[in-house]
């Protein structure tokens, strides 16, 4: 079916309201349908004040991570893996950190999609060499990421981008997060990096 693309502007006068752009119809090709948690992995859970819960903040799902670090292959087709050691500040996506200065790390290529598409993007993400212990740290939005201008991009069910926002480094992602899942046919948010536009994590809506 068709979806309706739009964006919702964040920024100075829109705080805590959307701005939305039409935009022409687009279309998944037919047999790829990703359904909603399919790539599940160390999830943490947002709730409302009466317990229930709102969305999960989504860390690389550890299986298929071992799976790149086996075979020594990543979503690329790069091999061998590129190792780094971190100077510190580098987003960590396997467990939704910064990392310390002196770790080792693995610099792959990702693609957050269960099937190949359009808007399937494959792109560099840090992870750690051996697996670690995942995103467990809290029940919101991950604390280290908090404060990074983001672009949260809205996918629905069948892998259609259909809305999107800039996040500014002084606004709540709660906030956004709520607003953007409060349209129609929005399913998960992907946040990636302003300038470079590396994926960061996923954001999926438990409603």
């Known amino acids: 079916m068709p979806s309706r693309s739009c964006a919702v502007v964040s920024g100075p006068g829109h705080r805590g309201r959307a701005t939305y752009l039409r935009e022409l119809p687009v279309r998944m090709p ?8 399919s790539l599940l992995a160390m999830t943490t859970t947002t709730t409302q004040s009466g317990g229930a819960p709102t969305f999960r903040a989504l860390a690389l799902p550890p299986a298929r991570l ?5 075979t020594g292959t990543d ?9 780094v050691t971190a100077e510190g ?4 996506r396997c467990c939704l950190r910064i990392a ?3 770790e080792e790390l693995l610099l792959i290529a990702y693609r957050p999609f269960d099937c190949p598409g359009p808007y399937a993007e494959t792109g560099p993400v840090f992870i750690h ?3 670690c212990e995942g995103y467990r740290e809290s029940t919101q939005y991950p604390e280290q ?3 990074r201008p983001q672009v949260f991009r809205c996918y629905d069910a069948a892998g259609n981008i259909v809305g999107g926002c800039l996040l500014n480094a002084t606004d709540e992602p709660e906030v956004v997060i709520a607003e953007l899942f409060s349209e129609p046919g929005v399913e998960r948010i992907h946040t990636r990096n302003v300038i470079y536009g590396c994926y960061m994590l996923e954001i999926a809506s438990v409603a």
């Open 30 to 37: 037919p047999g790829c349908q990703q359904p909603p948690g």
């Open 66 to 70: 071992d799976h790149i670090r086996q």
């Open 75 to 83: 979503d690329g087709g790069n091999h061998p893996l590129r190792k």
């Open 89 to 92: 500040g580098e987003p960590v």
């Open 100 to 102: 310390n200065p002196g």
């Open 129 to 131: 060499v051996e697996r």
């Open 145 to 147: 990421f908090r404060g």
